[in-house]
């Protein structure tokens, strides 16, 4: 067990090179979490950007029985997107520039999903939309297993956005179905 010498004091003084280093570790985090989070809304804006007839797009097509109303998908992305960039900022601070493929995957599945919103209320290509929608859910399921051997905590924090894209494919597919 290490021992601490001299007074304890907010100072820094007393303190032990590992407390040391954790608080310092601590204050540079915050930066990278902020970009995290910064790159998973920049996706989200992506979307909303390409497609600012979404909600009446959404409103005149054939759904199923079981298709959210509009106003439930801006609640749930959001959530969602925080939960998509916190978990790449857990990886990144466990493994630091050893993480590029899990990183490299998180952004891949990040492109696509930006690609999905304009593929799908921009240009009404509802069956690229549903190719898009299929490689997001195979990346963001890769890249969950990819980060859960890093960090347990961050492959966890991907299972509803995993949830929510299968729901999302399956939703795609039976709107593409309706209106073709």
Do not use: K
Not at 131 to 147: R, S
Request: net charge positive; charged share 10%; proline share 6%.
């Amino acid at each position: 067990m290490p021992t601490v010498h001299g007074p304890r004091q907010g100072t820094g003084q007393g303190r032990t090179a590992r407390q040391e280093r954790a608080a310092a570790s601590g204050r540079a985090a915050w930066p990278s979490l902020l970009l995290f989070l910064a790159l998973s809304f920049a996706a989200a804006a992506v979307g909303a950007l390409s497609s600012s007839g979404s909600g009446a797009v959404y409103a005149s097509l054939d759904r199923p029985s079981w298709a959210p109303p509009s106003w439930l998908f801006g609640p749930v992305w959001t959530v969602l997107y925080a939960l998509v960039g916190t978990s790449a900022w857990l990886v990144q601070r466990a493994r630091g520039r050893r993480a590029r493929t899990e990183l490299g995957l998180w952004g891949v599945q990040l492109l696509l999903n930006a690609a999905w919103t304009p593929l799908f209320f921009g240009a009404r290509q509802y069956g690229l939309a549903f190719a898009d929608v299929c490689l997001l859910l195979l990346t963001a399921g890769a890249t969950a297993v990819l980060f859960r051997r890093v960090r347990p905590a961050a492959g966890y924090l991907l299972v509803p956005y995993l949830l929510w894209v299968a729901f999302a494919a399956a939703l795609n597919l039976s709107i593409w179905a309706a209106n073709t």
